[in-house]
């Protein structure tokens, strides 16, 4: 599996955008990004995935490099409850028995400062 | 958005018993769910795949006849613990793979699982 790259941990002012820079240098063709959050003693929640251009939804945005070996996670206005670790995740929909599989690293923890 | 559930939320048991976690997608359907475990300041790590109607997929180093897995509906799948012992005090979640769209996979709160 292409691996990811996130740093360990990053701060915010509150009410201040992030942005959360995952690396995928391996990425293959057929992956997506993916990204989740976790809060404190809580499952995984889902943030935006992409596969090649930029996406926006109501949580976040994601810029995708154009050679996409990067990808970044904008959080337009963090708030408290923005707090949590961040995961990027790449996933291949076309690889067989173990497409639908996540796996998650040690993601970015993310601290907002009030 | 999906929702998945996942009961109960926390359990206390006592060595040598059985817990069974039930898991739930309410909103949608999901042919696979999944099951993780994580320790204390540790990521997720996956412990096996539930197919509807299939056997379950474990993941190497997970012993299925210690975690038995079953997915019997399109929104139901089940995690027992048998014989649990303090060690497998953790926190247990599953996610379940929206059939529609590009199968992004919605996770379960949790369930805390403390083995006295």
């Known amino acids: 599996d292409a691996k990811t790259t996130q740093p360990n941990s990053m701060e915010s002012n509150e009410e201040e955008p992030v942005h959360l820079p995952c690396n995928h240098s391996?990425?293959?063709?057929?992956?997506?990004i993916h990204w989740y959050r976790q809060l404190p003693s809580q499952g995984p929640e889902y943030v935006i995935h992409?596969?090649?251009s930029n996406v926006n939804n109501r949580m976040a945005s994601l810029a995708i490099a154009e050679d996409r070996k990067s990808s970044t996670l904008i959080l337009h206005r963090a708030t408290l409850r923005d707090a949590a670790v961040y995961y990027c995740?790449?996933?291949?929909?076309?690889?067989?028995?173990?497409?639908?599989?996540?796996?998650f690293g040690k993601g970015t923890k993310l601290s907002v400062i009030p | 958005g999906a929702v998945v559930s996942q009961h109960p939320s926390r359990v206390i048991c006592k060595s040598g018993t059985s817990v069974k976690i039930e898991c739930r997608s309410l909103?949608?359907?999901?042919?696979?769910m999944f099951w993780y475990r994580q320790f204390p300041k540790q990521s997720l790590m996956l412990m096996a795949t539930?197919?509807?109607?299939?056997?379950?997929?474990?993941e190497q180093g997970v012993e299925k006849d210690k975690f038995l897995i079953n997915h019997a509906s399109l929104t139901l799948s089940t995690l027992t613990v048998t014989s649990a012992h303090p060690e497998d005090s953790s926190f247990y979640i599953c996610?379940?793979?929206?059939?529609?769209?590009?199968?992004?996979?919605?996770f379960g709160p949790g369930t805390r699982l403390l083995v006295l």
């Open positions: 996610s379940a793979r929206d059939i529609r769209g590009e199968g992004t996979q919605y």
């Open positions: 391996t990425i293959s063709g057929t992956d997506y």
């Open positions: 992409g596969l090649t």
């Open positions: 995740i790449l996933r291949d929909p076309y690889s067989g028995a173990g497409s639908y599989q996540l796996t």
């Open positions: 909103d949608f359907q999901a042919t696979t």
């Open positions: 539930s197919n509807e109607g299939s056997k379950a997929t474990y």
